[in-house]
């Protein structure tokens, strides 16, 4: 589990930075707001930017040697690795131009509604290449579809506690949850939630019928029952956080407490998905 910490990192940050561009999506496209407001959440979308880019700065981390990273592209098409790592530099290309122009002050409201909802379409995209990376034959225990199904949820319920605060932070938070991004945001935070913790506990609950000649499932499972548990009570609680700040706008602190309980939630979650790691090639059971 340890051995896996950049990946962890990167599975947390670069999918929870991905899904504020979701909530600002639905914020956009649900909320009609000022010239200074939205000047405020151009700048303010800097942190959204600055947690993906940690995010794929911790999974140069995981390679022993960096620049081996420009090889993975050869398997676009066949590799789940290689499809994952192109949809995260087309997202993250796409998303850094995005926050670029805004910050210039040359999109206007057609044109930022259409620049949003493209970004936040290859944001799933890249969420569930992600999780489906890791379904792989070779190791029994995260060959599921439960494992994309996670990671959209954690990019889900990630991404609107922090786009939340995005919001909190420029002032647009109050206006935007008197319109329809209040029951908007709730539906999407419901739904990554749900899938979040479903595909999680499926997952790793499916291990315990597994073995193989040296791990039996269950140990694995047992092992990773703190790391599961915490992850769980957190994004539940960050997903209340959340709620509550768009029901009490003018609270920083629930603003601010709902996206760090969702990292601390899906980091825990990864960890103990790294945990019940079982490889196929001794599986017996």
């Not at 990946?7 to 649900?30: D, K, N, Q, R, S």
Request: glycine share 10%; charged share 10%.
């Amino acid at each position: 589990m340890m051995a896996e910490m950049p990946l962890a990192l990167f599975t947390t940050l670069a999918p929870i930075g991905a899904g504020a561009f979701i909530a600002l999506a639905v914020a956009f496209f649900t909320t009609k707001f000022s010239d200074e407001q939205l000047k405020k959440i151009d700048r303010m979308t800097t942190i959204p930017v600055v947690v993906l880019v940690a995010g794929f700065i911790c999974a140069f981390f995981h390679l022993a040697n960096p620049m081996h990273a420009f090889g993975v592209f050869a398997g676009v098409g066949s590799s789940p690795l290689s499809n994952e790592l192109v949809a995260g530099v087309v997202f993250a290309v796409l998303a850094i131009v995005y926050w670029i122009v805004a910050l210039a002050g040359k999109l206007g409201e057609g044109a930022r509604k259409g620049f949003a909802a493209v970004v936040a379409v290859v944001a799933v995209v890249f969420a569930c290449f992600t999780g489906a990376a890791y379904m792989m034959d070779t190791i029994a225990s995260w060959n599921t579809p439960m494992v994309p199904v996670a990671m959209l949820g954690f990019s889900l319920l990630g991404g609107v506690c922090l786009g939340v605060l995005v919001l909190a932070l420029a002032g647009a938070l109050e206006d935007a949850a008197k319109g329809g991004f209040k029951m908007a945001a709730l539906a999407v935070l419901v739904i990554g939630l749900v899938l979040g913790v479903a595909g999680l506990l499926v997952q790793v609950m499916g291990v315990s019928g597994m073995s193989n000649a040296l791990v039996d499932g269950a140990d694995l499972v047992a092992a990773a029952t703190a790391p599961l548990w915490i992850g769980v009570v957190c994004m539940v609680v960050a997903a209340v956080a959340a709620f509550m700040a768009l029901r009490n706008a003018k609270s920083a602190a629930l603003a601010a407490a709902a996206p760090v309980l969702a990292v601390v939630g899906v980091f825990a979650a990864r960890l103990a998905f790294y945990a019940v790691q079982l490889s196929v090639g001794l599986y017996i059971g």
